[in-house]
């Protein structure tokens, strides 16, 4: 049986973190949202990498959204990079999930690990 996505191939989301670099997260932002993609970038850069983990991350600055997970997200990005957050496209298309985790990879929080 031919697989179409990634998902379908049984692939985890923590596989496939473990399978990309800095390099690559820079490469679906930009390719996600263009230019300003690239303002994201550039923001990231200039950011002092997350010490912890993603459980550290989503306990202590992010707001609970109504089981909006994007939100959830960006509401701890607004937080702790608040120009990160403010160079983030408010039309973020149908992949905006993707380019949120990539985001947090960019700022050196590991989505793939709890700690």
């Not at 923590?14 to 230019?35: H, K, P, S, T």
């Not at 690239?38 to 983990?53: D, S």
């Not at 993603?54 to 960006?74: A, D, P, R, V």
């Not at 403010?86 to 690990?113: H, Q, R, Y």
């Amino acid at each position: 049986m031919k697989t179409n996505t990634i998902l379908d191939a049984g692939i985890t989301a923590a596989e496939i973190n473990e399978l990309l670099d800095i390099n690559d997260f820079a490469g679906i932002v930009y390719r996600l949202w263009g230019n300003d993609g690239l303002n994201v970038i550039e923001e990231c850069e200039k950011a002092v990498p997350f010490a912890y983990g993603i459980k550290e991350f989503l306990g202590k600055y992010c707001t609970c959204c109504g089981g909006n997970w994007g939100g959830m997200l960006l509401s701890g990005i607004q937080e702790l990079y608040p120009n990160v957050y403010d160079a983030i496209p408010e039309e973020m298309g149908v992949f905006s999930f993707v380019g949120i985790t990539s985001v947090l990879n960019l700022l050196g929080i590991d989505t793939s690990k709890e700690s």
